[in-house]
């Protein structure tokens, strides 16, 4: 069962994303992958970044925002975004959401964060003056939340 698909918009640095493919195959998550990418998916720094577990995950590369929606109509879109207000510990997630994070260097373009309504506008709450947190450690917070609040259903039992 797909716990949360997570999608990330034109990532670009690759042990990023080798860091969310763990993290998805360990959460349940489906892994989305926005082209253009800002790298090879063979990249040798994804392999080893998300180590052996491409083969526990389930990650798929779409050509576009827009496919993505079209191909798996997520039951709700929340879009993560420094320029965003509301924390990401307010919604009440459920299993199905999207969770849409931008690329590194410049984060969601505004048209792509307008297109959700403004209470599926999220941010991680931080210091002040402090531009951003890195990608794959944002990724972690928001999945881990969203899983904490459905009891961490499917996990193993310890």
Known sequence: ??????VLFEPEIPQNTGNVIRL???????????????FQPDDR???RA??????????????????????????RTFMFSTHHTRRYTEPRYQPGDALVFG???R???PALRRSVDPSERLCLPMRPYNR???LSNTVGIVVYEAWRQ????????G
Request: with cysteine; net charge neutral.
């Open 1 to 6: 069962m797909t716990m949360y698909h997570v």
């Open 50 to 75: 998300g180590l052996d577990y491409h083969d526990w995950a389930t990650v798929i590369q779409h050509p576009t925002y827009n496919e993505f929606q079209n191909r798996v109509r997520p039951s």
């Open 103 to 105: 690329p590194e260097t």
């Open 132 to 134: 951003s947190l890195n």
């Open 150 to 157: 459905v009891g961490f259903r499917g996990a193993a039992e």
């Open 45 to 47: 720094k994804l392999r």
């Open 24 to 38: 998805c195959a360990n959460a349940g998550c489906r892994l989305h992958l926005i082209e253009p990418l800002g």
């Open 107 to 109: 984060g969601l373009p």
